[in-house]
């Protein structure tokens, strides 16, 4: 079994900054390519930032220059550092990771649970 949780979500003014968090817990044999997508109320949810095995990162062109995202393998985390927030990116937030159990053969993607970010003032 294995199970993703966000963290981090919160309220913040316009040109504040947050960081989120999500773990992965479980029977993790390794872990390839995690992200970040988010879904605003009345639109369709978004990739936002995605980061492969050996660190190369994307991301959609409204956040560029003001997200950064990142991973530390040691603890099985994925990070999305959110600086310069606007309005328009409150939304709900759910990382994704694509991984292969202990107990199987082939890769599969996980979800998390979600976390919420209000940007308003």
């Known amino acids: 079994q294995v199970q993703l949780v966000e963290s981090g979500g919160d309220w913040v003014q316009p040109g504040g900054s947050l960081r989120l968090s999500c773990v992965a817990t479980?029977?993790?044999?390794?872990?390839?390519?995690m992200a970040w997508h988010r879904q605003a109320p009345g639109k369709p949810r978004e990739l936002v930032a995605d980061?492969?095995?050996?660190?190369?990162?994307k991301y959609v062109e409204s956040v560029k220059g003001r997200f950064t995202i990142s991973r530390d393998d040691t603890k099985n985390t994925l990070y999305l550092q959110m600086d310069n927030l606007k309005p328009e990116d409150t939304a709900v937030y759910y990382c994704?990771?694509?991984?292969?159990?202990?107990?199987?053969?082939?890769?599969?993607?996980?979800w998390g649970q979600g976390t919420q970010v209000t940007v308003s003032s």
């Open positions: 994704t990771m694509t991984l292969v159990q202990i107990t199987t053969t082939t890769s599969s993607d996980f």
């Open positions: 479980g029977d993790i044999w390794g872990i390839f390519g």
């Open positions: 980061i492969t095995g050996d660190g190369r990162t």
